[in-house]
């Protein structure tokens, strides 16, 4: 099972109370992709949250709301994500997106949004965690 779907919404932070708009948003982001809940596998997580302003919220506060509004939709719990990468980037000009991992409609999805100057884009990403090798050391592999 993987799934990855786009959000053109702002996250909400695991500080502040609960906000059944944003939860269900995700959740029927989710499940336009084709979300089901299968199997007890642990699962890797990644998050990507593109802003055109200065935020005003932590890149890890994020990452609850998110994953908690999945259980029952993506997995069972979310006890199962056993890995998790969340990122914040301010859009600018200079900013690459890779495709080299995903679907070409997903990617072309993502650039078509972002072409509309959104104030705010979510990219979220679940898969079977398919290792259980550490990496240490810059999560970009020390690119310049």
């Not at 099972?1 to 995700?26: D, T």
């Not at 997995?75 to 914040?88: F, G, I, L, R, S």
Request: hydrophobic residues 40%; aromatic residues 6%.
């Amino acid at each position: 099972m993987s799934l990855s779907f786009i959000l053109p919404r702002r996250p909400v932070s695991g500080q502040k109370r609960p906000n059944p708009l944003f939860k269900e948003a995700v959740r029927q982001a989710a499940r336009l992709r084709g979300a089901s809940v299968s199997g007890s596998e642990p699962l890797y997580a990644r998050i990507v949250w593109l802003h055109s302003a200065k935020r005003d919220q932590d890149v890890d506060n994020i990452v609850k709301p998110i994953l908690d509004a999945l259980n029952g939709v993506a997995y069972e719990d979310d006890h199962q994500v056993a890995q998790c990468q969340a990122a914040a980037f301010r859009v600018s000009t200079d900013l690459e997106i890779s495709r080299a991992n995903v679907d070409t409609k997903t990617h072309d999805e993502f650039r078509s949004l972002l072409s509309r100057n959104p104030d705010h884009v979510l990219y979220v990403e679940i898969g079977p965690a398919t290792t259980s090798r550490v990496v240490l050391g810059p999560l970009d592999g020390g690119a310049p």
